[in-house]
């Protein structure tokens, strides 16, 4: 504000003092009029930034941004249009979240339904908007030396421990039309999500092991499930203290009760969560131990109503954020093939989570202190 007597200030222009600043009697009883007239609003403020700072002191968490509405689908590959096997990571140094998927050869003409799930990459897709969206970024690059040309990668898992980030993915060393070659898993390191060095082949029970599913538990041990397909697609398991070297532990009774492939474990309510894909749906486990496990249920066995959701769910895995849990799947064993979102409820009386695949879904998945354990351990 000009502060000069010249008559034309800018209080003047608003007609608040008069035209004459003559007079300094008349001067301050502007001025009181002015105090009185502002004041309410002035003390406001002042009410409003005192409480700011008292919220900031005391620690008060500020409440998370909004919900956005998913997309339905939640993605589509645009390259080969047979994204499955989802896996999700939150990126610090992007700042975004990483999904990563197989990518079947949906789009390509000419080949069978078993040939088109052979010789595929692993997409990559990211999302800055809580995982509301998501956008194709590039393939990953896997380097492993003893690759043969025409190779196929399937299901990879990834997690993060001090800074490094590990992938397990499977590995079968060609194309083919059957089942009945071999299959392994390996693990991969990564610092930028992007560029994936070979570290080992695991050794496990068979030459036929795939789909890895991997959890840190309280005491520091990473367990890794995964389907042995020599065994009648069991659930075996292995446990680890660096991500480096396993002991396999074999067959895990209450997870084998039937064939099933793509475990995914997580703890959330006080329990951990176990889901398998059994073909007709995701069998659904519970345990308190991760040792011990109860089959309680099956989620995605009809299917859904909504766009690229009608069939059954397949291959999941679960992000926790903000004490809500989301479950990520894929529709179409065929071709094409799409990725969607559910979140999960946990129903307190019968001790089972529920999802509703067919209500919109609101998301916004905030970034978490640890990538991985914090987005699979609550």
């Known amino acids: 504000m000009n502060n000069t007597d010249d008559g034309n200030n800018f ?23 002015l105090m009185k007239r502002f004041y309410p609003l002035y003390a406001a403020v002042i009410l409003l930034a005192g409480c700011s700072g008292l919220s900031q002191m005391s620690g008060t968490a500020a409440a998370p941004p909004p919900d956005k509405l998913a997309s ?14 989802p896996t999700v990571i939150w990126s610090p140094a992007d700042k975004k979240w990483f999904m990563f998927y197989t990518s079947r050869r949906s789009n390509v003409p000419g080949l069978g339904g078993i040939e088109s799930i052979h010789g595929t990459p692993i997409g990559i897709a990211t999302s800055e908007d809580g995982g509301a969206t998501w956008k194709y970024l590039r393939d990953a690059n896997i380097i492993y030396p003893d690759a043969v ?24 060393p060609g194309i083919f039309d059957s089942w009945s070659h071999p299959r392994f898993i390996l693990h991969l390191t990564s610092k930028d999500l992007i560029n994936w060095q070979y570290e080992s082949t695991l050794a496990l029970s068979h030459p036929k092991v795939i789909d890895a599913g991997v959890l840190r538990l309280p005491d520091g041990t990473w367990r890794l499930w995964y389907k042995d397909e020599a065994t009648g697609s069991s659930c075996n398991y292995a446990d680890s203290t660096d991500l480096y070297h396993w002991t396999d ?30 073909g007709r749906g995701l069998a659904l486990y519970r345990s308190d131990d991760a040792l011990d496990w109860s089959r309680v249920g ?41 990725i969607q979102v559910v979140e999960l409820k946990f ?22 202190k640890e990538p991985e354990t914090q987005s699979k351990f609550n």
């Open 249 to 278: 532990h074999g067959r895990v009774p209450g997870l084998s009760d039937r064939g099933g492939e793509a475990p995914v474990a997580f703890h959330w309510q006080g329990h951990y969560w176990l889901f398998r894909d059994i």
């Open 72 to 85: 339905k689908p939640l993605y589509r590959d645009p390259i080969m249009d047979g994204a499955t096997d």
């Open 149 to 172: 040309t025409n190779k196929t990668y399937w299901a990879p898992v990834v997690v993060e421990h001090a800074g490094l980030f590990h992938m397990y993915l499977v590995y079968v």
């Open 11 to 33: 209080m003047d222009r608003d007609g608040i003092f008069g035209i004459s600043n003559s007079s300094n009697q008349i001067e301050m009883k502007n001025t009181r009029h």
């Open 347 to 368: 129903d307190a009386t019968n001790k089972v989570l529920t999802a509703d695949r067919n209500a919109p879904t609101m998301i916004n998945l905030q970034p978490p």
């Open 298 to 338: 099956t989620l995605l066995a009809d299917s859904g109503t909504g766009p690229d959701d009608t069939g059954v769910g397949h291959h999941s895995d679960v992000i926790i954020s903000n004490d809500r849990a989301y479950m990520f799947y894929f529709v179409g064993r065929g071709r094409p093939s799409s």
